[in-house]
C-alpha cells in the first residue's frame, strides 16, 4: 500500500463515525472559547486555578492491552533554539520579573524525612522499618528522592524549560490545572484524564500551555491548544495503561512554537519496566501547584491481579495537579519520556497514597498510535 493510500486510511480511522472504542484515535477540537471560566492570560487568574484530582478506574479490571513487547526504541529530543531565551525577556519583561521576585507562596519545600538528600531534596522510605537493607534501585514502591527544582530560583534551562503546567476549562464545570510536557515542535504530552471528563462524558476545553511555570510566571509566554487526540479505548473503557493524551498548540502572536522556546523532550518506547526515572509535575500538595517538583525513584510493575499491562509504578509523594508530568529516563543527559503521571489505585496495586503514583508504560501501542499521523509529536 503507498503511503498516500496509508494516510487516507489513517484519516479514515481516526474520523470515522461510530463508538469511539472502534477507533484507534479519538481527535477534536480545543481551539479557546470566549466562555472560559478562568482567565488563564493573567499571573493571578494562573494561580487561582485549582489542581485536577487523580481519575479513577478500576484496577481489578482486566487488562486494557497487551504488554507491547516490540523492540525498545528513542525518538530523540532537541535543545532550544539559540537566542530564544533572550527573545523571551525582550518579549515578556514583567513575567521575567516575576521570576528574580520571591515566591508568593509557602511549602516550596516539604519537611526532611528520614535522611537530607543531595540538593536540597528529601528521601523517602514508607514505612517505619522501610529503611532496613531498601535501595532506591530496585523498583520498590514508596521509596524516592523529591526536590524542586525552580522554588528558591528561576530555573529556564533545557530540558526543565520543557515541562510546564497545563490550564484548562473542565466539561463538568470550572477549571483546573495538569502537568505536560514538549514532546514534538508544536506538541505536548499530558494524562488523558486531563482532555476528556469522564462525568461529563465530554472533552475539556480552553487549553493554556505555560512552559516553565512559576508561581504565576510564564516566562516564555502562554501556548493555547487547538487539536487533541486521546486511545479511542480510554473513552469506553478507561484504565491507567491508556491514559495518555497529546495536543497540538497554536504558535505565539510572533509565529514561533512552542519549541522554538523550550525545544523538545525525547520519547522512549517499549522499554523495561524497571527503570530509573524522574518525575517532574505541578502538584498542589507541594508548593500549592506553582512549582517545578521533582520525584527520582525506579519504575516497578504493579502486581498480578491488578491492571498491569503498560502500567508503571514509581516512588513519589506528588498526588493532585501532577497528573500528565512526563517520567523521564536519563533525566539531563537524553531526557527521553517514558511515562506520564496517571494516579493511584489502591494500596494493593500501587501502594501507600502519597507515597507512589502509577502512568502507562509508552508503547507502540499507546504513544506509538496516538503519534502516528502527520504533524503530531
Known amino acids: 500500500m503507498n503511503h498516500s493510500r496509508m494516510a487516507m486510511l489513517g484519516l479514515a480511522l481516526t474520523l470515522a463515525a461510530g463508538p469511539a472504542l472502534a477507533q484507534r484515535v479519538v481527535e477534536f477540537d480545543v481551539t479557546p472559547r470566549t466562555f472560559s ?3 488563564f492570560s493573567t499571573v493571578e487568574g494562573r494561580r487561582a486555578v485549582q489542581p485536577l484530582p487523580f481519575a479513577t478506574y478500576d484496577s481489578s479490571g482486566p487488562n486494557r492491552m497487551r504488554s507491547d513487547t516490540g523492540a525498545p526504541s528513542v525518538s530523540p529530543g532537541r535543545p532550544p533554539e539559540a537566542g530564544s531565551a533572550q527573545q523571551a525577556q525582550t518579549l515578556y519583561p514583567d513575567q521575567w520579573a516575576l521570576l528574580a521576585a520571591p515566591p508568593t507562596r509557602e511549602g516550596a519545600r516539604p519537611s526532611v524525612g528520614d535522611q537530607a538528600a543531595p540538593e536540597g531534596g528529601v528521601d523517602f522510605l514508607a514505612g517505619s522499618s522501610a529503611g532496613a537493607g531498601r535501595s532506591n534501585f530496585a523498583g520498590t514502591t514508596g521509596v524516592f528522592t523529591q526536590y524542586c527544582e525552580n522554588c528558591d530560583a528561576q530555573n529556564v534551562n533545557y530540558p526543565q524549560i520543557a515541562i510546564g503546567a497545563l490550564f484548562f476549562d473542565v466539561a463538568s ?3 483546573a ?5 514538549v514532546i514534538g515542535s508544536n506538541t505536548i504530552v499530558t494524562a488523558a484524564h486531563c482532555c476528556y471528563d469522564h462525568d461529563a462524558a465530554a472533552n475539556n476545553t480552553n487549553f493554556t500551555f505555560v512552559p516553565a511555570y512559576r508561581d504565576g510566571a510564564a516566562p516564555v509566554g502562554a501556548f493555547a491548544g487547538i487539536r487533541a487526540r486521546v486511545l479511542g479505548a480510554y473513552r469506553n473503557n478507561p484504565g491507567r495503561a491508556n491514559d495518555l493524551c497529546v495536543i497540538r498548540l497554536a504558535p505565539d502572536a510572533g509565529g514561533n512554537q512552542v519549541s522554538f522556546y523550550t525545544g523538545w523532550l525525547g520519547t ?6 524497571y527503570q530509573n526515572m524522574h518525575a517532574v509535575g ?3 500538595n507541594l508548593g500549592g501547584g506553582q512549582f517545578q517538583q521533582v520525584c527520582t525513584a525506579t519504575g516497578s510493575r504493579p502486581p498480578q491481579g491488578c491492571e498491569r499491562n503498560n502500567v508503571l509504578n514509581m516512588g513519589c509523594s506528588m498526588t493532585y495537579g501532577s497528573s500528565g508530568g512526563p517520567w523521564i529516563i536519563h533525566y539531563r543527559n537524553g531526557s527521553y519520556v517514558n511515562s506520564v503521571v496517571s494516579g493511584y489505585d489502591s494500596v494493593s496495586c500501587t501502594g501507600d497514597f502519597g507515597t507512589v503514583f502509577n502512568g502507562p508504560r509508552f508503547a507502540s501501542n499507546n504513544l506509538g498510535t496516538l503519534c502516528d499521523s502527520p504533524g503530531w509529536c
Not at 490545572?177 to 510536557?181: G, N, P, R
Not at 522512549?268 to 519496566?273: D, P, S, V
Open 37 to 39: 471560566h478562568s482567565d
Open 173 to 175: 464545570g470550572g477549571s
Open 177 to 181: 490545572s495538569c502537568s505536560a510536557s
Open 268 to 273: 522512549a518506547e517499549n522499554f523495561e519496566y
Open 282 to 284: 505541578y502538584p498542589g
